[in-house]
């Protein structure tokens, strides 16, 4: 198929998915199975509401408890309810061979991008790491994304190696979890690769100095007014979207820096509102209803607004 994607645009530093990008909880009925309406209902309803695009089965989307089988299903079910827009599909794992495999079942199921994190628990170095992002691109014909957040993987995708694995046409874009903001300009400065941030309280900052957008947990639920944050600052109003962003900053903090997985606070927040959700799977447990009444507050206090 043809994707949504135009790789030539990404590799000159473009946002090669748009700049507004939800990292979509994956929808489990009550008992705990993969539910495809809803996710079918819930992806429609964020691209509606100012998603550029979706990243699927990713940290938020609860990838490493869902089978291969069930991400594949996913890709299909959202990419026919989004139609054109483009949604990226997580296929990293620990295991070089196994990523691959997810990577071709991605393309195949339509996915228009791949996002694809450092190898966990094993901690490679970076040579070894290399080659493991390398293999992936080498084997499908989408565009990756490289997604670097050492607090769960426990390796750092190093600027260098982000450097040097930006000269493969396929590789066009990161996910940005590592907190290190020189870094991340040092590999603005030098490629063409997409900074996308990955944790919402750097969405304007990354954004003010080069990067894509961003690739959010919290616009789950308020998706109009994180893109607001940056129409403003592409509409030259820097003061507004700066007060954007720290309106924001209470929700962002209580679903992200709780102690609980934002998937936990998402899908807590989600099935208030009464959008698609359930349950998470374990050995996730859900919020506690002194959790899901902070996150209320914070929610009703921001839409209020």
Request: net charge negative; proline share 6%; with cysteine.
């Amino acid at each position: 198929m043809t994707t949504a994607v135009d790789t030539t645009t990404a590799a000159a530093g473009a946002a090669p998915f748009g700049r507004a990008l939800c990292a979509m909880v994956t929808p489990f009925t009550e008992d705990g199975a993969l539910d495809l309406d809803g996710a079918q209902r819930l992806a429609a309803d964020l691209v509606a509401r100012g998603c550029d695009g979706l990243v699927l089965s990713g940290t938020t989307g609860e990838s490493p408890t869902t089978t291969d089988a069930e991400k594949a299903a996913l890709v299909e079910a959202v990419r026919e309810a989004v139609g054109g827009a483009p949604v990226v599909a997580g296929v990293g794992t620990f295991d070089t061979r196994h990523t691959v495999e997810l990577a071709r079942a991605a393309e195949k199921a339509g996915a228009d991008g791949l996002l694809v994190v450092s190898p966990y628990y094993s901690r490679p170095p970076q040579d070894a790491l290399e080659a493991h992002f390398l293999a992936v691109a080498d084997a499908v014909g989408l565009p990756v994304v490289l997604y670097d957040i050492p607090g769960r993987t426990g390796t750092r995708i190093e600027a260098d190696t982000m450097i040097r694995l930006a000269a493969h046409p396929r590789i066009v874009a990161v996910k940005d979890c590592s907190y290190d903001f020189l870094a991340a300009q040092k590999v603005l400065a030098r490629t063409g690769l997409a900074y996308y941030a990955g944790c919402d309280e750097h969405n304007l900052a990354l954004y003010a100095v080069g990067g894509a957008g961003y690739v959010s947990t919290v616009a789950n639920v308020v998706p109009e007014q994180l893109r607001a944050v940056l129409d403003a600052f592409d509409a030259g109003d820097t003061p507004v979207a700066a007060r954007l962003q720290q309106r924001v900053t209470p929700l962002i903090e209580s679903m992200m820096s709780s102690g609980l997985p934002g998937s936990v606070t998402t899908k807590a927040l989600l099935h208030e509102l009464g959008h698609p959700a359930g349950p998470v799977r374990a050995p996730l447990q859900p919020a506690d209803r002194a959790t899901v009444h902070g996150l209320l507050r914070e929610y009703e206090r921001l839409v209020a607004d």
